[in-house]
């Protein structure tokens, strides 16, 4: 068997939350991309990251190598990116030593046993693989396509009935669980407070308090999350607070989220259609009638924002009022109430970070902090 390695490219499909995060701890449905694999190849021993996150990632994984200096022998390369479904992941499997699958343009995956030096995986393209002598297969469904997919996946991959408990949950009295559509897992030192209704399938990660809340099915919530209002079809990762009274729909949320008392988040337009995501400049069509919002890590919306049908908010951003565009990384975005788009100055971001995760008593570590700031160069040109 070769080593698996994975390797995430500048900018991939599941931008802005590959921004701030490797693309393998992104959840695709009901796990992460790095689960999916490891369950269906095994585990990679390496990944390549793009080098605003190499400090950040070495200073949290202790199960992979972060941007090993050499690789030898037999060799997977995979795009985290992958769809890490069965189908995909066996062809994976069946590659030969030399050969490699593009997709739509991009590397989805390479078997070789060498590279020249300095070789970057992260900026690679099909025409340099071939001028290294190996031989492109080539496949156009491999690749996910848009972060929209994270959220279509919430329809499969949780089966069964009932209710499963882990070590010290906390139930008041008047809690209702309905399994009629699914399962619900809650994991341990979960506290679920009175007058909260959860119907599955749904994963509750440990840790989290759910405030009253109506939690619709179809539905991840992370760990160490603060939960209130209706949330539903959507992926909230953990530490991530949506305390409050308000609607969370067809949405994905990164960590180190807050959402103040009101916001809603839209998932259905008013003409039933296919609602559009607007990627590298190009509106696409996502074919999916109910989407909600993509927001991501360390991003801020005010009480009684709302926002449209497929918007995106970008790292570290705060948004006021009505969101009726996508948000690039670290700005105040508050057109609808007459303060325009301006910086969010990093010394600001981090600040606010660092206070955060203070509140979970957590510290900002240096690695964190240097990634927060080489996010904040990079994307210097979204904010013109």
């Known amino acids: 068997m070769p080593d698996l390695v994975l390797f995430q490219t500048e900018r991939d499909a599941l931008y802005p939350f590959s921004l701030s995060r490797a693309t ?19 585990s990679p021993f390496a990944a390549i990251l793009p080098k605003r996150l ?43 030593n030399g050969q490699f699958i593009a997709c739509n343009g991009n590397i989805a995956a390479a078997r070789l046993s060498s590279l020249p030096e300095n070789s970057d995986f992260t900026v690679l393209t099909p025409n340099t693989l071939k001028s290294y002598g190996l031989e492109m297969l080539q496949a156009n469904d491999m690749m996910i396509q848009g972060p929209w997919e994270l959220i279509g996946q919430l329809r499969s991959g949780l089966e ?26 809650i994991a341990d030192n979960v506290r679920i407070e009175a007058f909260s209704r959860i119907q599955g399938p749904a994963i509750i990660g440990k840790n989290t308090v759910l405030h009253s809340a109506r939690v619709n099915g179809y ?18 990762s953990s530490y991530s607070n949506k305390a409050h009274f308000g609607y969370i729909g067809h949405s994905y949320v990164g960590e180190w989220v807050n ?24 509106s696409l069509d996502t074919g999916m009638v109910k989407l909600g919002s993509f927001i991501s890590d360390y991003a ?3 009480i009684n924002a709302m926002l ?34 301006a910086e969010l100055a990093i010394e600001r971001a981090v600040e606010i970070a660092r206070r955060m995760k203070s509140r979970r008593n957590l510290e900002l570590s240096k690695g964190e902090e240097d990634m927060l700031r080489a996010c904040f160069e990079e994307t210097k040109g979204e904010r013109i």
């Open 300 to 302: 801020k919306i005010s």
């Open 308 to 341: 449209y049908a497929g918007k995106k908010v970008g790292t570290a951003s705060h948004v006021h009022g009505l969101l009726d565009g996508d948000a690039p990384a670290f700005v105040i975005y508050g057109k609808s109430l007459g303060m325009g788009v």
């Open 24 to 42: 393998y701890s992104i959840y695709y449905g009901y796990r992460t991309i790095l689960s999916m694999i490891r369950h269906g190849l095994g």
């Open 259 to 282: 959402m103040g008392a009101g916001s809603v988040t839209s998932d259905l337009k008013n003409s039933y259609g296919n609602v559009r995501v607007t990627m590298q400049g190009k």
């Open 160 to 185: 069964g009935k009932g209710v499963i408990y882990g070590t010290s949950v906390q139930t008041e009295e008047y809690v209702h669980f309905d399994t009629s559509t699914g399962p619900i897992l």
């Open 219 to 236: 539905t991840l919530i992370g760990e160490n999350c603060r939960i209130g209002g209706e949330v539903e079809f959507s992926i909230i």
């Open 54 to 96: 190499v400090s950040y990632y070495r200073e949290r994984e202790r199960n992979l190598v972060i941007n090993p200096d050499k690789l030898t022998g037999d060799t997977l390369l995979i795009n985290s990116a992958i769809r890490p479904l069965p189908g995909v992941l066996q062809r994976l499997n069946e590659l030969k």
